[in-house]
């Protein structure tokens, strides 16, 4: 596609938004998954949490505790991928019925939209909404590969592969809380990214309100400073 051609449907404010919101999804997550920084994320920080809890694992008797734990986690990856591609469906449905939306736009923006600007907008959302859903999917994969390496941990704890075993299953877990928590971040940006239906200006509000939300809970939330906050001494 050239960039005439790309003019024709978007607008340079367009084009800056796209461009934009582009470089914060990935700049958010390089900075969020990043292990050498001195500011960790809570992903980061969470994932020493889950080697220690299959470092307990091996010790702890009886284990259904653990199992039960690790199954809930698969379940809501279960459920928030179902969740998205509903939503999905329901935005698809509504790409193939713009002329509703026209009115609306207009009423809103106090401009006249065509049908065909309004479908290539909703595809931004729609590009998050399937990201999310593969993300989702592929965590719940990943989560029932930790079941099973977690249930292969052998009951002796003195056996030279209990601990090896115990580790495999946490960086699987691990791998599945990232995939996890991608999915989370793409439906926050297709919640803002359906803002571009009102235009260029409101998508990169929406943007920075959502990139906001996104750093905060990673890097200033009190969750964050409970993580950080040493246990006290025995």
Do not use: C
């Not at 990043?34 to 980061?44: E, M």
């Not at 590969?145 to 090896?164: E, G, K, Q, R």
């Not at 409970?226 to 001494?233: A, E, G, I, Q, T």
Request: positive net charge; aromatic residues 12%.
């Amino acid at each position: 596609m050239t960039l005439t051609s790309l003019l024709s449907v978007f607008s340079w404010p367009d084009l800056l938004a796209l461009i934009l919101i582009a470089a914060t999804w990935f700049g958010l997550q390089a900075r969020i998954e990043s292990i050498r920084a001195k500011k960790l994320s809570v992903t980061v920080l969470m994932a020493d949490y889950r080697r220690e809890w299959l470092r307990e694992f091996v010790t702890r008797m009886p284990r259904m505790y653990d199992a039960s734990v690790l199954s809930s986690l698969r379940q809501s990856a279960n459920w928030l991928a179902s969740t998205t591609l509903l939503a999905l469906g329901g935005l698809f449905a509504l790409i193939g019925n713009t002329e509703r939306l026209v009115g609306v736009a207009e009423d809103l923006v106090l401009t006249d939209p065509s049908a065909r600007i309004l479908e290539a907008r909703l595809l931004l959302p729609a590009l998050f909404l399937s990201h999310a859903f593969l993300k989702f999917l592929w965590s719940n994969r990943l989560f029932g590969y930790a079941l099973i390496v977690m249930s292969a941990v052998p009951n002796d704890t003195d056996d030279p592969l209990a601990y090896p075993r115990a580790a495999q299953s946490a960086e699987i877990n691990i791998r599945a809380a990232f995939n996890f928590n991608r999915g989370l971040r793409a439906t926050y940006f297709a919640l803002a990214s359906m803002a571009w239906l009102l235009g260029p200006w409101a998508l990169l509000m929406a943007s920075a309100v959502v990139s906001w939300l996104i750093w905060s809970r990673e890097f200033a939330s009190h969750s964050r400073a409970v993580l950080l906050d040493p246990p006290p001494k025995v």
